[in-house]
Antibody, heavy 119, light 107 residues
């Protein structure tokens, strides 16, 4: 069965960076993509970006373009999302979700990682 | 960028009732539309994709319809476990976008 297991919660100072991991199992990692979605406290879902695990191609939301980098390590079936220059409004639960090699829906989700940005 | 708008924002209903949630896209997304259910403190769960195809494990009381810019999610007879927040999402192209969500509350 498919599982996406994310790293634990983080507390960061404004201006710092955070790197969240998402370890996949139960399927061929390189045959799918991974999207990252975040949810601020009490708010809705916001798509942040996508990575093709197959070739490393990425697509990022304009709102975080320039501050975000998505990568993957096929040797460990792990995807990563790094967000830099953190601000208080980056406080959110960050989810990874299995995507496809092209635009697609999210059929499996990680459990979420709470990132808190506070001085 | 395509903007997704859901209505209503909140819906108070009784168990056993039939309910219809709406989702509108600012431009055509064909049938590239998914619905997700989110329970408090949990990750979203895929219910419907391709506008009307139930995902594995989605009960038959959930049905989706629509194409282009207008979509609906219908729950034929609300069960206690259906009280949650529902999101639509287009995947017609990047950037993806979610609607703001509809919260189903117990009346």
């Amino acid at each position: 069965q498919v599982h996406l297991v994310q790293s634990g919660g983080e507390v960061k100072m404004p201006g710092a960076s955070v790197k969240v991991s998402c370890k996949a199992s139960g399927y061929r990692f390189t045959s799918y993509g991974i999207s990252w979605v975040r949810q601020a406290p009490g708010q809705g879902l916001e798509w942040m970006g996508w990575i093709s695990v197959y070739n490393g191609n990425t697509k990022y939301a304009q709102k975080v373009q320039g501050r975000i980098t998505m990568t993957s390590d096929t040797s460990t079936s792990t995807a990563y999302m790094e967000l830099r220059s953190l601000r208080s409004d980056d406080t959110a639960v960050y989810y990874c979700a299995r995507d496809e090699t092209g635009p697609y829906y999210f059929d499996y989700w990680g459990q979420g990682t709470l990132v808190t940005v506070s001085s | 960028e395509i903007v997704m708008t859901q209505s209503p924002v909140t819906l108070s209903v009784s168990p056993g009732e039939r309910v219809t949630l709406s989702c509108r896209a600012s431009q055509s997304v064909s049938r590239n539309l998914a619905w997700y259910q989110q329970q408090p403190g949990q990750a979203p769960r895929l219910l419907i994709y391709a506008a009307s195809t139930r995902a594995t494990g989605t009960p038959a009381r959930f049905s989706g319809s629509g194409s282009g810019t207008e979509f609906t999610l219908t729950i034929s007879s609300l069960q206690s476990e259906d009280f949650a927040v529902y999101y639509c999402q287009h995947y017609d192209n990047w950037p993806y976008a979610f609607g703001q969500g509809t919260k189903l509350e117990i009346k």
